[in-house]
């Protein structure tokens, strides 16, 4: 099969043709539709999680898929070739990604794909859907909440403020001035421009009397720090991206965590519900060819991208 794979650690990666691979016990394999990119797939191959996981090479990266099951691995019952799944690899390994046209996938991380959802649009749901819905829950949203979401138009940002407006809370995005219009297309009630001058600022303009929770996907832990002053009695902050200092922020009765999307297929099924549903939308979508994985991935890296990003291997 054909994939995109790296050698070493902080290469260029290029095409591979590499073996088909086999479902292992638990594992379907797919035939991939689209492969959704994360900030963690950056890391993967830049090195900086060498020593935490094994890895193989050469190294397939990419979590998220969608697309058609193909094979069945030992142990695997109410699965049929032919069915439409989208998810994650669910594996303790890395280099088995889904950056290819094959993926072996955990059937404890994948769902049925709807009729309704796009086939290959899909594989934007998978971690940045769940990890935004495990923030909003850490966040306790209800209704008349102000949430700041730090990072609001990117993958995760993009289905946490459609998340927690459709709890309730008034959201104040923080992105840049370009993404304000999709910002508020999402449900943002205002929106802060973090380029020119003092968000906690801007912030406290808007919501002099407070508010009562933080949702970070942008990691600026002095950032955060401060804009943790504004929060009411027992208001919360969530981190995707670790910068959320628990043990300085529990004394002053604020309760943060530093949140892991972990996909299942309960989370997956309740996502696929509500966009069937058309209670919320899809990010912005930006697809790329197989071959062009490198320009997706230096895409991805400079930070800004708006929504997501998606490779289609065929």
């Given at each position: 099969?054909?994939?995109?794979?790296?050698?070493?650690?902080?290469?260029s990666?290029?095409?591979?043709?590499?073996?088909?691979?086999?479902?292992g016990?638990?594992?379907?394999?797919?035939?991939?539709?689209?492969?959704?990119?994360?900030?963690?797939?950056?890391s993967?191959?830049?090195?900086?999680?060498?020593?935490?996981?094994?890895?193989r090479?050469?190294?397939?990266?990419?979590?998220?898929?969608?697309?058609?099951?193909?094979?069945?691995?030992?142990?695997?019952?109410?699965?049929?070739?032919?069915?439409?799944?989208?998810?994650?690899?669910?594996?303790?390994?890395?280099?088995?990604?889904?950056?290819?046209?094959?993926?072996?996938?955990?059937?404890?991380t994948?769902?049925?794909?709807?009729?309704?959802?796009?086939?290959t649009?899909?594989?934007?749901?998978?971690?940045?859907?769940?990890?935004?819905g495990v923030?909003?829950?850490?966040?306790?949203?209800?209704?008349?909440?102000?949430?700041?979401?730090?990072?609001?138009?990117?993958?995760?940002?993009?289905?946490?403020?459609?998340?927690?407006?459709?709890?309730?809370?008034?959201v104040?995005?923080v992105?840049?001035?370009?993404?304000?219009?999709?910002?508020?297309?999402l449900?943002?009630a205002?929106?802060?421009?973090?380029e020119?001058?003092d968000?906690?600022?801007?912030?406290?303009?808007?919501?002099?009397?407070?508010i009562?929770?933080?949702?970070?996907?942008?990691?600026?832990?002095?950032?955060?720090?401060?804009?943790?002053?504004?929060l009411?009695?027992?208001?919360?902050?969530?981190?995707?991206?670790?910068?959320?200092?628990?043990?300085?922020?529990?004394?002053?009765?604020?309760?943060?965590?530093?949140?892991?999307?972990?996909?299942?297929?309960?989370?997956l099924?309740?996502?696929?519900?509500?966009?069937?549903?058309?209670?919320?939308?899809?990010?912005?979508?930006?697809?790329?060819?197989?071959?062009?994985?490198?320009?997706?991935?230096?895409?991805?890296?400079?930070?800004?991208?708006?929504?997501?990003?998606?490779?289609l291997?065929?």
């Amino acid at each position: 099969m054909k994939a995109f794979a790296y050698e070493e650690f902080g290469g260029s990666g290029s095409l591979h043709d590499l073996p088909t691979p086999e479902p292992g016990k638990g594992q379907l394999r797919i035939r991939v539709a689209g492969a959704g990119l994360n900030p963690f797939d950056v890391s993967v191959i830049s090195g900086r999680l060498e020593g935490m996981m094994e890895t193989r090479f050469p190294l397939v990266p990419g979590m998220d898929a969608s697309g058609t099951v193909e094979a069945l691995g030992a142990g695997v019952e109410g699965w049929s070739v032919g069915d439409e799944v989208f998810g994650s690899v669910g594996k303790m390994v890395l280099g088995e990604g889904t950056l290819g046209e094959l993926a072996t996938v955990s059937i404890g991380t994948v769902a049925r794909k709807p009729g309704d959802l796009d086939r290959t649009v899909a594989a934007s749901i998978p971690t940045a859907g769940v990890t935004a819905g495990v923030m909003v829950d850490a966040l306790d949203v209800a209704e008349g909440y102000t949430i700041v979401a730090v990072g609001a138009t990117g993958g995760v940002g993009s289905y946490l403020v459609q998340l927690a407006a459709r709890r309730g809370a008034r959201v104040i995005a923080v992105c840049r001035s370009a993404n304000g219009d999709y910002a508020r297309g999402l449900g943002a009630a205002e929106v802060v421009d973090h380029e020119p001058g003092d968000v906690v600022e801007a912030v406290r303009a808007l919501a002099p009397g407070g508010i009562d929770g933080i949702a970070d996907m942008h990691g600026d832990a002095e950032q955060i720090a401060r804009l943790a002053e504004q929060l009411r009695p027992g208001g919360h902050v969530a981190s995707a991206v670790g910068a959320a200092d628990v043990d300085a922020l529990k004394p002053r009765g604020i309760e943060a965590v530093n949140v892991q999307g972990r996909v299942s297929t309960g989370a997956l099924d309740w996502l696929a519900g509500l966009l069937t549903a058309g209670e919320i939308q899809y990010p912005e979508i930006q697809t790329f060819q197989l071959a062009d994985t490198g320009a997706a991935f230096d895409r991805l890296a400079t930070g800004h991208v708006r929504g997501k990003l998606l490779v289609l291997p065929g």
